[in-house]
């Protein structure tokens, strides 16, 4: 897809106004993310504007209040699940596609439905969707996971089987937690082993 030039004044301003609006250290999370989509977006021939832009809205609502964040879903059209109503601080995904539209002027679906899906992921995800998910979980503020060397290896390797890993590691990680998995978290792990075992 090659270079671009991204000196643009909406590029900046966005910058500027996720600054503002983030704590600082979901701030330096955010940009950790949105450089690491863009390296993989490079790796796999991904629009890498597209995956900036993701990468760098992608928790815009996470300090949006509750009720806002279920009103921002409610106008923006965007259903939520019961599942989402027990656990609100799921919701930032959804509300979060509300704000890029909203507050930020993006209207790219593509990138929308990254922000949209990068906490559970979901079926038949696009490579847009993947590298935002995958830089989520792997950008170099990120300390937590196991095996996290292997994942970040892997991820610039290959990166379904890394898709695949992380999700695995999520929901084994969730498991010994005894936390509540958000049915789509397994429905994308169910939707991707089903073709891995068939390749
Ligand atoms: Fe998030
Ligand atoms: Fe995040």
Redesign the pocket.
Known sequence: MGVYVGKDKQRLEMFQTVEKELKYA?FI??MG?AFTATSLAERYGADMRKAETAGLL??CA?YVPVERMERLCEKGGIEITSFERGNPALLHSKAGVVLARTQYGVNDPEILDAICC?TTGRPGMTLLDKILFIA?YI?PGRDQATDLDKVRALAFEDIDRCLMKILEDSLNYLATTGREIDPMTQKTYDYYKARQDNR
Do not use: F, G, L, N
């Open positions: 979901r999370h955010t993310v992608h928790d996470k990068h989520d950008e």
